[in-house]
Nanobody, 121 residues
Framework: VQLVESGGGLVQPGGSLRLSCAAS????????IGWFRQAPGKEREEVSC????????YYADSVKGRFTISRDNAKGTVYLQMNSLKPEDTAAYYC???????????????WGQGTQVTVSS
């Protein structure tokens, strides 16, 4: 399966963005999908994850109450609604076919190419 993220951009603090992770090449409903982010000079961190049947969701403490993950398997897309954005949310955001993925360089899980989110006034 190939994943493509979209929806990133520049937003002011307190603003909102909705990221999309679109799948092609295989049915999305087979996979749990995780959202990760990485800011310059920082380690990659898991932001959120959703089970394949929309049955399980996970949120990092730093985004609880502000971000919402959802999926539409018919459309082959997972969404990350991000509200009340803060400057510390600035990062490249990636989706991946696992809630506990292997690193991108391993080739064991499918990672998207990333979409940049910048929160700044």
């Amino acid at each position: 399966v190939q994943l493509v993220e979209s929806g990133g951009g520049l937003v002011q603090p307190g603003g909102s963005l909705r990221l999309s992770c679109a799948a092609s090449g295989s049915a999305l409903n087979y996979y749990a999908i995780g959202w990760f982010r990485q800011a310059p000079g920082k380690e990659r961190e898991e932001v959120s994850c959703i089970g394949s049947s929309n049955d399980i969701t996970y949120y990092a403490d730093s985004v609880k109450g502000r971000f919402t993950i959802s999926r539409d398997n018919a459309k082959g897309t997972v969404y990350l609604q991000m509200n009340s954005l803060k400057p510390e949310d600035t990062a490249a955001y990636y989706c991946v076919t696992s809630c506990a993925p292997s690193p991108p360089e391993s080739g064991l899980d499918s990672w998207g190419q990333g979409t940049q989110v910048t929160v700044s006034s």
